[in-house]
């Protein structure tokens, strides 16, 4: 069976690709430069935009299922044309849809959740990949400065995330689910900030910034406002219990969540040479 990739070349999408790849599927890759993708071997890379429903349309034709990602670039605005691609993906006749959630809400998400299609909506909270933005700090200073210090956070390795979204694809029981994704564990960032020192071999120091300083970070590296304030609401006004660890990964995949620590071990020598 064939499966279309969105957001091939992504943290997940790659890992989406290999799982399909590893379990015998042949894989289709929806990317805006395949020039650039750097595929694994078997992979057909076609060109298209998620946020130009015309290029989606050929690379529908004969696929069982399609991973989709709720982003329309790699700032990743929302969708804006999620009714026109639910439209090509049942006018292709797709079996089976995976959504992956966005940062901020668009059209896509209500538009497959509240279609006839076979859909599972993945949203994982905090990406491990998340912290290879301290990896240059770190290399230059050995000093990680965030706010919220004392937030906790169950973050999820992108392999899991990939994993459930291949295993939604290809097997059954899973359509009209809404599976919330968590590491197997609750990290606040001074923990975490220990973890990456014990995998990488040296002390890193950690300085908390006010919502102040973040604003202005922020502002100089040009994050949008409404990113600036979203970022705020969900890491700075956390109800109690709002983050915490769930079984669904295991459940899912039959294998347990990947600790941080793992993850930290895989990614340190992003955090010990230059780039």
Do not use: C
């Not at 329309?72 to 849809?97: F, M, Q, T, W």
């Not at 909506?121 to 200073?141: G, I």
């Not at 300085?207 to 979203?230: C, H, K, N, S, W």
């Amino acid at each position: 069976m064939t499966y279309l990739v969105t957001g091939a070349t992504g943290s997940v999408g790659r890992h989406v690709v290999a799982y399909l790849l590893e379990a015998g599927h042949r894989v289709r890759a929806l990317t805006r430069d395949p020039g650039r993708a750097r595929l694994p071997e078997g992979v057909e890379v076609v060109q298209g935009d998620l946020g130009r429903t015309e290029t989606l349309r050929p690379a529908l034709k004969g696929v069982e299922g399609v991973h989709l990602i709720d982003a329309a670039d790699s700032a990743y605005a929302p969708l804006r044309n999620g009714p026109e691609i639910v439209e090509a993906i049942r006018k292709a006749g797709v079996g089976k849809v995976t959504l992956l959630s966005g940062w901020s809400p668009g059209t896509l998400e209500p538009a497959v959740t509240g279609s006839d299609l076979a859909w599972t909506y993945v949203q994982p909270t905090e990406f491990m990949a998340n912290a290879l933005a301290w990896a240059e700090p770190v290399r230059e200073s050995g000093l990680i400065e965030e706010p919220f210090a004392a937030t906790k956070t169950a973050m999820v390795h992108e392999a899991d995330i990939g994993a459930v979204i291949a295993t939604a694809l290809t097997e059954d029981g899973h359509e009209g689910r809404s599976y919330g994704l968590t590491g197997p564990e609750l990290l606040d960032v001074p923990a975490k900030v220990r973890i990456l020192s014990e995998a990488i071999g040296r002390e890193i120091a950690f300085r908390e910034l006010t919502v102040d300083e973040m604003r202005e970070r922020y502002r100089a590296q040009g994050v949008p406002e409404e990113m600036i304030e979203f970022q705020i609401e969900v890491f700075g006004n956390v109800p109690e219990g709002a983050y915490q660890v769930t079984p669904t990964v295991e459940e899912v995949t039959g294998r347990p969540p990947r600790t941080f620590a793992r993850w930290a071990a895989e990614h340190a020598a992003a955090f010990t040479r230059s780039a």
